[in-house]
């Protein structure tokens, strides 16, 4: 079985910095999918980022980026020049290669809070 | 387009009692589930579907059960709630795409207190 570990409960950053969550993982796959989610006090779940483990080149959505290390089972996030609607709990997320059928594994959370 | 809905939002019961939740989605898809989410964890896979008529278990399946009798709904049911099952309860779709997954909608889940 795969496991998705955040080392990071909470992180605090100032407006327009820039932050990054990490996150790590562990499986026997050579190929799968990685995620990371949203999750604002409003409780819905936001797709931010999804990375495939077969290509190489880091995924990239706006002022959100990924820096993905096969080898090393590493997935990080990072958001540039953060906003007050940045704040949320943001969760690394695994699939496997069966087109989700079984779907997602997730870590615990890292609480992001965007200081004004 | 209503996407991922879920019924009730809120719901208080007693141990022992028994209570079902819905999920509904109009994006056709294919793929069903069902998580739960408790403070401090993140989300945990209880029970999914990957079509009409078929279930599987998850990480987390004891003391639920589920129904995918239409492509649409999929219900979880609690047969004699434990204050344990006190969560939230996230329900989502998604579809299977050649060459890789698509991505899972959420409903905005149903928080359920167990006393």
């Known amino acids: 079985a795969q496991t998705v570990t955040q080392s990071q409960p909470e992180m605090s950053v100032q407006e327009a910095e820039t932050v990054t969550l990490s996150c790590t993982y562990d499986t026997s796959e050579s190929n799968y999918y990685l995620f990371w989610y949203k999750q604002p006090p409003s409780r819905q779940m936001i797709l931010v980022i999804r990375?495939?483990?077969?290509?190489?080149q880091n995924a990239t959505e706006n002022r959100f980026s990924v820096n993905f290390q096969k080898a090393a089972k590493s997935f990080s996030l990072k958001i540039s020049d953060s906003q007050l609607g940045d704040t949320a709990m943001y969760f690394c997320a695994f699939m496997k290669p069966r087109g989700g059928a079984d779907g997602l594994t997730f870590g615990k959370g890292t609480h992001l809070i965007i200081q004004p | 387009n209503a996407g991922v809905t879920q019924t009730p939002k809120f719901r208080v019961l007693k141990t022992g009692q028994s209570m079902t939740l819905l999920c509904a989605q109009d994006?056709?898809?294919?793929?069903m589930y069902w998580y739960r989410q408790d403070p401090g964890m993140g989300l945990r896979l209880i029970h999914y579907?990957?079509?009409?008529?078929?279930?599987a278990k998850g990480e987390v399946p004891d003391g639920y059960n589920v129904s995918r009798l239409k492509k649409q709904n999929f219900l979880l049911g609690l047969e004699s709630a434990a204050p344990s099952q006190t969560s939230v309860y996230f329900c989502?779709?998604?579809?299977?795409?050649?060459?890789?997954?698509?991505?899972?909608?959420f409903g905005p889940g149903t928080r359920l207190t167990v006393l």
């Open positions: 989502a779709s998604s579809s299977p795409l050649a060459g890789g997954p698509d991505e899972q909608f």
């Open positions: 994006m056709n898809h294919e793929y």
């Open positions: 579907s990957v079509g009409e008529g078929t279930t």
């Open positions: 990375q495939e483990a077969y290509k190489q």
